[in-house]
T-cell receptor, first 109, second 112 residues
Framework: AQRVTQPEKLLSVFKGAPVELKCNYSYSGSPELFWYVQYSRQRLQLLLRHISRESIKGFTADLNKGETSFHLKKPFAQEEDSAMYYC???????????FGQGTRLTINP | EPEVTQTPSHQVTQMGQEVILRCVPISNHLYFYWYRQILGQKVEFLVSFYNNEISEKSEIFDDQFSVERPDGSNFTLKIRSTKLEDSAMYFCASNRDSNEQFFGPGTRLTVL
């Protein structure tokens, strides 16, 4: 089965604290994973993808095939990081994205 | 920077009516998609479209739904005989070949 699980619907941390948004996947093929972010009243936009291995806005995510995880991390949260975060799995061939349910991250001042 | 656009931003319709949701993908993109998100639920894939035909569709995408690229710029989703459970945000997306899909702002469909 092709599935993405984000166990936390809501996550609240204080500014300056570390953040980790969890994502686990189930996929028989070679996984290609993404994190999308949706700021208030804005569209879904790509935050990062595992194959590029880059850091965007201080966020990083490492694909762990053994644990089938792709957790999103940031060492020091900022207030502007408050948003909905979606983990997504690309199904090869079909070119469709399978999304997790999303995590609403709130950064408290 | 070019963006995917969608119209209208909000559509209200009566149950049983037909609606057409419109999208203008980024101009040099070749692959087009529709997704939907029922309130409180996941974003779900509906259909992908390439080279003027459907390349993949989900089990949600039944005979009630159709897609069309009527000209060189628009990509439409038609929902015939709408049902209450069709109420959702509908997102259009497009890409060229990088696997990154670019999303539109969405159309909120409310079926009364």
């Amino acid at each position: 089965a092709q599935r993405v699980t984000q166990p936390e619907k809501l996550l609240s941390v204080f500014k300056g604290a570390p953040v980790e948004l969890k994502c686990n996947y189930s996929y028989s093929g070679s996984p290609e994973l993404f994190w999308y972010v949706q700021y208030s009243r804005q569209r879904l936009q790509l935050l990062l993808r595992h194959i590029s291995r880059e850091s965007i806005k201080g966020f990083t995510a490492d694909l762990n095939k053994g644990e089938t995880s792709f957790h999103l991390k940031k060492p020091f949260a900022q207030e502007e990081d408050s948003a909905m975060y979606y983990c997504a799995l690309l199904i090869q061939g079909a070119q469709k994205l399978v999304f997790g349910q999303g995590t609403r991250l709130t950064i408290n001042p | 920077e070019p963006e995917v656009t969608q119209t209208p931003s909000h559509q209200v319709t009566q149950m049983g009516q037909e609606v057409i949701l419109r999208c203008v993908p980024i101009s040099n993109h070749l692959y087009f998609y529709w997704y939907r998100q029922i309130l409180g639920q996941k974003v779900e894939f509906l259909v992908s479209f390439y080279n003027n035909e459907i390349s993949e569709k989900s089990e949600i995408f039944d005979d009630q739904f159709s897609v069309e690229r009527p000209d060189g710029s628009n990509f439409t989703l038609k929902i015939r005989s709408t049902k209450l459970e069709d109420s959702a945000m509908y997102f259009c997306a497009s890409n060229r070949d990088s696997n990154e899909q670019f999303f539109g702002p969405g159309t909120r469909l409310t079926v009364l």
